[in-house]
């Protein structure tokens, strides 16, 4: 019986030292799979963008960076989509900012209805996944034929605005959502009202939010082509002042990648566009980033 009862235990603990070694070798696995799936998606960036600019680096002059093309010089330029690009950027930024960041505050800070604001934020998840050619169509209805714009980077700014307010609003909000409430109930404590309380607290404590919205509608708004084919138009021409340029039709970057793509195949002036596209993107973020750092910096 004694020999029995010692031998008893000698199951058990090799039972638990056999689950101990599954657990560690399932989280070797689990760990390893997550490295392998992390080196896999950075070597295919890398290649990706290493690829664009092994491309489109030496095709890149000046030449093809300040004119304009022209059929009876023979020369291929692309200023005037630079400059409409950045037309496009600033005054959708402009209108869309003010607007989504607003509406973010709105609904974290004063809306009251818990059922309304489930709706609305229900709304702009389901507007964001809304494909990019449905809003081209939308614009182009109601900006370009309704409100009588016509085919002019007024329209495509205005469909863009559309097309990036649901990101700029649900980023905002959960960034607002991880001020502690503390911080409100501090403030309030205080004496502060409530938008003193929002101005120089909340807003300056979820700006990292609002950076990576403006970021992320950035690179929407560069990337966009299908939407303005329909309101923007595919116009080279430089105008004389900012008023006139957004009267006219005028294509962008992404415009011209997919007309020297893929209706003149002229793939080196496509891929060299293609490479323009990624450092106006770099350099647009870092001017974020910056931002965001001198905004923070003056608000402590």
Not at 61 to 68: A, I, P, R, V, Y
Not at 69 to 77: A, F, Q, Y
């Amino acid at each position: 019986m004694s020999d029995l009862s010692s031998a008893k235990p000698m199951p058990a603990a090799h039972e638990h030292l056999s689950y101990a070694t599954r657990r560690r070798m399932k989280g070797s696995l689990l760990t390893g799979t997550m490295y392998a799936c992390a080196a896999f998606t950075v070597l295919l960036l890398a290649g990706l963008l290493g690829y664009i600019f092994f491309r489109g680096l030496p095709a890149i002059s000046w030449e093809l960076l300040s004119t304009k093309p022209s059929i009876l010089k023979d020369t291929i330029g692309i200023l005037p989509n630079l400059l409409n690009t950045l037309y496009v950027i600033l005054l959708t930024l402009v209108i869309a900012l003010p607007l989504g960041v607003g509406a973010a505050v709105y609904l974290t800070e004063y809306a009251t209805n818990r059922k309304f604001t489930q709706i609305i934020e229900f709304a702009t998840e389901t507007l964001a996944g809304i494909p990019s050619i449905i809003y081209g169509l939308v614009g182009m209805l109601v900006f370009v034929r309704l409100f009588g714009f016509g085919t002019s980077l007024l329209s495509g700014s205005l469909t863009l605005v559309i097309m990036i307010l649901p990101t700029i609003i649900r980023t905002t909000q959960e960034s607002l959502k991880t001020v502690p409430q503390s911080f409100r109930e501090g403030a309030l404590g205080l004496g502060a009202t409530k938008w003193y309380m929002i101005r120089t607290i909340i807003l300056p404590s979820s700006m990292s939010g609002i950076v990576t919205g403006c970021i992320l509608s950035i690179g929407r708004i560069v990337g966009e082509s299908a939407a303005l084919l329909f309101t923007a138009g595919t116009g080279t021409l430089i105008t004389q002042n900012l008023l006139e340029a957004y009267a006219r039709d005028g294509g962008t970057l992404s415009v011209a990648l997919y007309i020297y793509a893929g209706e003149r195949a002229e793939f080196e002036v496509a891929f060299a566009i293609a490479a323009i596209l990624l450092i106006v993107v770099f350099l647009l973020n870092i001017a974020a980033k910056l931002a965001q750092k001198h905004f923070t910096q003056n608000t402590q």
